[in-house]
Nanobody, 128 residues
Framework: QVQLVESGGDSVQAGGSLRLSCVIS????????IGWFRQAPGKEREGVAI????????DYADSVKGRFTIDQDNRKNTLYLQMNSLKPEDTAIYYC?????????????????????WGQGTQVTVSS
């Protein structure tokens, strides 16, 4: 069973930075995509950044391009989301997710239904 545990959420001022971590255990050979989603109060969950397990190309939501970076340390089985120049609209619960679906990160970004494994979430609050 694939398990994901996020950490690193915090309250920061606008313009600040945070680095989220997601430790992934129970990797299956078929696990293909990993990434980050977020859900703000009263809004639907949205894709933030998706990449292939083991590295490769990534895709980002337009709202975070140039500010957020997804990367991974395979030796530690850990996925990261470096978030810079944070804005109040980045306030949300951030979730780590994994998928067995063999589709592109760009397609997966728009379809959280392809992700079968989710973490419990970590809260990010950005104040102005």
């Amino acid at each position: 069973q694939v398990q994901l545990v996020e950490s690193g959420g915090d309250s920061v001022q606008a313009g600040g930075s945070l680095r989220l971590s997601c430790v992934i255990s129970g990797y299956k050979y078929s696990t293909f995509l990993i990434g980050w989603f977020r859900q703000a109060p009263g809004k639907e969950r949205e894709g933030v950044a998706i990449t292939y397990t083991g590295g490769g190309s990534s895709d980002y939501a337009d709202s975070v391009k140039g500010r957020f970076t997804i990367d991974q340390d395979n030796r530690k089985n850990t996925l990261y989301l470096q978030m810079n120049s944070l804005k109040p609209e980045d306030t949300a619960i951030y979730y780590c997710a994994a998928s067995d679906q063999r589709i592109s990160p760009g397609r997966a970004l728009a379809d959280d239904g392809v992700f079968g494994y989710w973490g419990q979430g970590t809260q990010v609050t950005v104040s102005s």
